[in-house]
């Protein structure tokens, strides 16, 4: 989009450039418009006026006329000097878009959050994130949930969202987190919750779902694609009941940090041992077994041979047999039965905390 930039479309989203207009006029009459009609008009995206369906990324759907309207608005009138001016020149602007687009936009406004927010929005950019994030902890006032999978937290990942937590704390604001069993070992974490004190309950499990937040349990944040550089703002009632039952009964099989582990019950079987047991009965690969519990495919192939030693197995078929005959193809800590797309994948990632 070489000599498309912001260079050339010096403007706000009450003032857009003719073309922006034409663009997001026909976004507005017909739902959406496909990626390639966007490319001229980088400011359509830079003012947040367009972002991507999430059911097809190669189309762009537009803001609701009135979201962008209100939005404006709150700038104004943070503008003293002019907000006469810009007021008026961004209800006039976008009462006529709206016009255009009331009966595509029916729909989607009854299940808008009471705040004026988007059901479902795409974030599309670290920053986008970023900044969705730090809204939604300003306006938290009750309890966060999160799901973190993955194995050790790295410094990173429990220092970039840091201040958000901190906020939430001197807010009075009670913060429950879910990890794996493999995140116990890290000191990160043990520091973290440390510091963060009785504000923060943490417990584990075997294995969790992909990462998810939640605020006040009104609105979520998902990851949206593999390395996690967009994600899924989500305000839809009947979705955020989904994943705080999700969450729920995750929390109710998980194990407090502060509690040990129970051990399994068989001699010279660890619990994590018995976890990937439990995997191998069901057919999973190393590499779904590893990712799943947060360790490396190298380390979960050295609990593999330790497992097979202890079980007198020579190959991997009778490793089968003898788990099935100890009993340790139904291991107590297994997940209750949760949406494919919601399998753990730990990648770094702004939703990171």
Same mark, same amino acid.
Do not use: K
């Given at each position: 989009?070489?000599?498309?930039g912001?260079?050339e479309h ?13 663009? %997001?006029?026909?976004a507005?009459?017909?739902?959406? #418009?496909p @990626?390639?009609?966007?490319?001229? #008009?980088?400011c359509?995206?830079e003012?947040?006026?367009?972002h ?6 190669d189309?762009? !759907?537009?803001t609701?006329?009135?979201? #962008? ?5 709150r700038?104004v %009138?943070?503008?003293v000097?002019?907000?006469? @001016? ?16 009331? $009966? !595509?936009?029916a ?7 009471q705040?004026?927010?988007?059901a479902? @929005? /795409?974030?599309?950019?670290l ?7 730090d ?7 009750? &309890? !966060?949930?999160t ?7 790295? &410094?990173p ?6 201040? $958000? ?13 879910? *990890?794996?069993? /493999?995140?116990?070992?890290g000191?990160g974490?043990?520091? *973290? ?6 504000? =923060?309950?943490? $417990?584990?499990?075997?294995? =969790?779902v ?15 694609n593999a390395?996690?550089t967009?994600a +899924?703002?989500?305000?839809h009632?009947?979705?955020?009941? *989904?994943? =705080?039952t999700?969450?729920d ?17 068989? &001699? ?6 018995q ?12 590499? /779904? ?12 192939r050295?609990?593999?041979? @330790? ?8 190959? $991997?078929?009778? +490793? ?6 100890v009993?340790?193809d ?7 039965? !949760?949406?494919a797309q919601?399998?753990? #994948? ?8």
């Open positions: 989009m070489a000599g498309h912001t260079d010096p403007h706000g989203a009450d003032r857009l450039c003719d073309a922006g207009d034409r663009v %997001y006029s026909r507005v009459r017909r739902g959406r #418009v @990626r390639t009609d966007a490319e001229p #008009v980088p359509l995206l003012l947040a006026l367009l991507p369906d999430p059911d097809d990324m189309w762009l !759907v537009p609701a006329p009135q979201e #962008v309207m209100t939005r404006l608005l700038g %009138y943070d503008e000097g002019e907000s006469h @001016r810009r007021v008026g020149s961004a209800v006039a602007a976008f009462e006529r878009y709206a016009g255009l687009g009331r $009966r !595509v936009q729909s989607a406004m009854a299940s808008a959050s705040e004026g927010g988007a479902i @929005r /795409v974030l599309d950019g920053s986008r994130i970023q900044a969705a994030m809204d939604a902890t300003e306006a938290c006032t009750g &309890e !966060v949930l799901v973190q999978p993955g194995g050790i937290r790295r &410094e990942e429990l220092t970039e969202g840091l201040h $958000r937590a901190l906020a939430l704390r001197s807010r009075g604001v009670r913060m429950r987190d879910l *990890y794996t069993h /493999v995140a116990r070992h000191q974490l043990l520091n *973290y919750l440390e510091l963060m004190g009785e504000a =923060v309950e943490a $417990r584990t499990l075997d294995e =969790v992909d990462r998810l937040i939640l605020f006040d349990r009104t609105v979520a944040f998902i990851p949206a390395d996690h967009m +899924l703002e989500l305000r009632p009947a979705l955020i009941d *989904y994943f =705080v999700v969450f009964r995750l929390w109710r099989l998980a194990i407090p940090v502060a509690a040990p582990l129970p051990d399994t019950g068989i &001699e010279g079987i660890s619990h994590r041992e976890s990937i047991a439990a995997l191998l009965a069901d057919g999973h690969q190393d590499a /779904v077994i590893a990712e799943r519990l947060g360790i490396s495919v190298r380390t979960c050295a609990h593999i041979a @330790r497992l097979s030693e202890t079980l007198g197995a020579a190959s $991997r078929t009778q +490793l089968g047999v003898r788990i099935a005959q009993g340790l139904g291991a107590a800590a297994r997940l209750p039965d !949760v949406p919601l399998t753990p #994948v730990d990648r770094e990632s702004p939703t990171a905390r």
